[in-house]
Nanobody, 122 residues
């Protein structure tokens, strides 16, 4: 019902910046929250940041607070990542939650993008 396309990943040195984009299409009027998650090799998928589609409230994992910023412009959500660290290396996924206030758990999200690789070298 909602399709997501991510872009913006890549290789960057520690301390550098990247901006990820996630463009939504389809029944975007149903979106309640859009979130970013990441998954490193051998680890569980973890919450990074989320933004309410209406109202713009934002939420961040403690590990990225103060370094990452989530924002929205029409049907695209961005994740600005500054002061990147090697431990930020992961595949980053955007996802939409259509009807629940729960933004933290991956199981609460209904549609996912294909993922984009972010690699931070030391």
């Amino acid at each position: 019902q909602v399709q997501l396309v991510e872009s913006g990943g890549g290789l960057v040195q520690a301390g550098g910046s990247l901006r990820l984009s996630c463009a939504a299409s389809g029944r975007t009027f149903r979106i309640y929250t859009m979130g970013w998650f990441r998954q490193a090799p051998g680890k569980e998928r973890e919450f990074v940041a989320a933004i309410r589609w209406n109202g713009g409230d934002t939420y961040y994992a403690d590990s990225v607070k103060g370094r990452f910023t989530i924002s929205r412009d029409k049907i695209t959500v961005y994740l600005q990542m500054n002061s990147l660290k090697p431990e930020d290396t992961a595949v980053y996924y955007c996802a939409v939650n259509l009807d629940s206030g729960n933004y933290y758990y991956a199981s609460a999200y209904d549609s996912w993008g294909q993922g984009t690789q972010v690699t931070v070298s030391s």
